[in-house]
């Protein structure tokens, strides 16, 4: 595997599309380039498969972008009591910190205030929670020094980490570990690209229109040409569109939404915050610090119902109920003028009785009668497991020849030490972002710039108070397969979670794709683009 191999851009989508168009019959259509999608295009590829991956809008447009950008180790299913959920998350964010994408997934203390909201008893229960979290991690073989065990911290210790917190009353706090991601739209643009690199034709802005067995008819949304994808196996990996692409699949999705603040919102947190929400013991709200001077705040369980939208919002009163639950938490008030932008994702769960809150994050892998196969549910900690078990049924059920998984043990474009280090006069955030591709940042920054843009301008912020460069939005654009401005600003980077910032910087992805394409080849223009609001 190459990086050359691995690059996504305009001019590779519009030959490889040529060549799907061209009749030949490949293996395996993958519908979907969310994380499970991406993840199946990689783990087919990687064993030798033909692979076709399309996305009827971009990489990572859909629910995979909308997470809390943690990698969970399955506290909350073992306090429901589902033992081989938790074991198999634990598992699996284990091979992300430590394998997949070391240089994305990294350690994240969370503490726990113990405030007059949280009873002692009810403390008791958390710290034998965390405990057994922290056991948890020991069976998935995850190492200490990965990390690190609970412990209760007293309030001196609990003020110097979250300097914030509310001091009246105040008895210390629980401080436990899980893993957080650098940024999850990163994570699913790194498996597609890796799949590329495995030879996967990834195609974003080609919609599914039918699916069968025995291959797809898909749409390409840029020039809306039509063609007949022939293929020895189908996956759909829509999510909670699944159930629009084939019959008799009922799914029940549920919204979670955050909120985004500037770091001065909540000065002085050097950790992430959970607090309980009243009257539910096995869930949290949390405060999570990003590493770019955000802070996330989420999140939400709403049952959703009627037509699935392109790009969910978070209503007002889900803003509101969390203000309400974190307000209790913090010396200054987290106000509704502090709520710089928000986000909602949807959750593909498995239709059956009982509240959205309540219902299994399991997944499930299903052949229908068309002959497709649809692998739904799950959690983003566990795509790669899901991924797995959609290849090997295709595999099993249209006989494909393939050799065994071998995701677990395979890094990511990238992949890098989890304690990165800037050499050679590279910044150090493209190496905690990039891993061992920063310094490729850097040249292609400086190669498709052609002398226009000294090095100043290259690695200064497009926007005060966010570190995003416009380097950045380069390689976004000639390697990482963005093709609008939507692409480079709400999902190469996330500048677009904050309206007033995407303003700023939307001259400056315009730039960016405007060189590539000088350099590269033309970029489609695709002005209809949905984009997140704020």
């Keep these: 595997m190459s990086k050359a191999d691995s690059a996504l851009n305009a001019a590779r989508r519009e030959r490889e599309i040529a060549e799907v168009s061209a009749g030949r019959v490949v293996d395996l259509v993958v519908v979907g380039l969310g994380v499970t999608g991406a993840g199946v295009a990689l783990d087919a590829a990687s064993r030798g498969l033909d692979v076709v991956a399309v996305d009827a809008h971009d990489v990572a447009f859909g629910t995979s972008r909308w997470s809390s950008k943690l990698v969970h180790g399955g506290l909350r299913y073992l306090a429901q009591g589902r033992l081989q959920l938790a074991h198999e998350s634990a598992v699996e964010r284990g091979i992300l910190m430590s394998t997949t994408a070391p240089h994305l997934a990294r350690p994240l203390p969370m503490l726990m205030p113990l405030l007059p909201m949280v009873s002692a008893t009810q403390a008791q229960l958390s710290r034998g929670g965390f405990v057994a979290g922290d056991l948890l991690r020991a069976c998935a073989r995850t190492p200490r020094k990965t990390l690190p065990g609970p412990r209760r911290l007293n309030v001196t210790e609990s003020l110097a980490v979250a300097s914030g917190l509310r001091r ?20 699913v643009v790194a498996l597609a690209r890796t799949a590329a690199a495995y030879g996967a034709r990834v195609l974003p802005r080609v919609r599914a229109l039918e699916l069968a067995g025995d291959g797809a008819v898909v749409r390409d949304e840029l020039s809306g040409s039509t063609v007949q994808v022939k293929a020895r196996a189908v996956v759909n990996a829509t999510g909670v569109w699944a159930g629009q692409l084939v019959s008799q699949l009922e799914l029940r999705p549920s919204r979670g939404s955050h909120l985004v603040l500037r770091d001065s919102a909540v000065p002085g947190l050097r950790v992430a915050v959970a607090t309980p929400v009243p009257g539910e013991p096995n869930r949290f709200v949390l405060v999570l ?47 509704r003028i502090d709520v710089v932008g928000a986000f909602a994702g949807l959750r593909p769960l498995i239709d059956a009785d009982g509240r959205t809150a309540d219902l299994s994050r399991r997944h499930m892998v299903v052949t229908g009668p068309e002959g497709v196969v649809t692998v739904v549910g799950g959690k983003l900690t566990t795509y790669r497991r899901m991924a797995e078990d959609a290849v090997d049924t295709a595999v099993r ?30 910044p150090m955030r493209l190496v905690r972002r990039y891993g061992s591709e920063a310094g490729a940042v850097v040249a292609t920054a400086r190669t498709v710039a052609g002398g226009q843009l000294c090095d100043a301008e290259l690695f200064e912020p497009v926007v005060d108070g966010l570190p995003v460069t416009r380097a950045e939005l380069l390689f976004g654009a000639t390697h990482e397969g963005a093709l609008d401005v939507a692409d480079l600003l709400d999902r190469r980077t996330r500048i677009g979670l904050v309206r007033a910032d995407r303003e700023r910087a939307e001259a400056y992805a315009r730039e960016a794709l405007h060189m590539s394409a000088t350099r590269y080849g033309s970029v489609p223009h695709h002005p209809n683009a949905p984009v997140q609001g704020s």
């Design 397 to 426: 059920q249209r006989r494909l020849v393939a050799g065994p998984s071998r995701t677990a043990k395979l890094p990511l474009v990238g992949a890098a030490p989890p304690e990165p280090r800037a050499s050679g006069g590279v």
């Design 168 to 187: 009246d009353r105040l008895r210390g706090g629980l401080l436990f570990w899980d893993g957080q991601l650098e940024d999850d739209a990163r994570l």
């Design 289 to 335: 610090p990003q590493p770019d001077g955000r802070v996330y705040v989420g999140l939400t369980d709403e049952p959703v119902d009627g037509p699935i939208p392109d790009v969910p919002e978070p209503t007002e009163s889900e803003i509101g109920a969390l203000l309400d639950v974190v307000g209790a938490v913090f010396e200054r008030p987290i106000r």
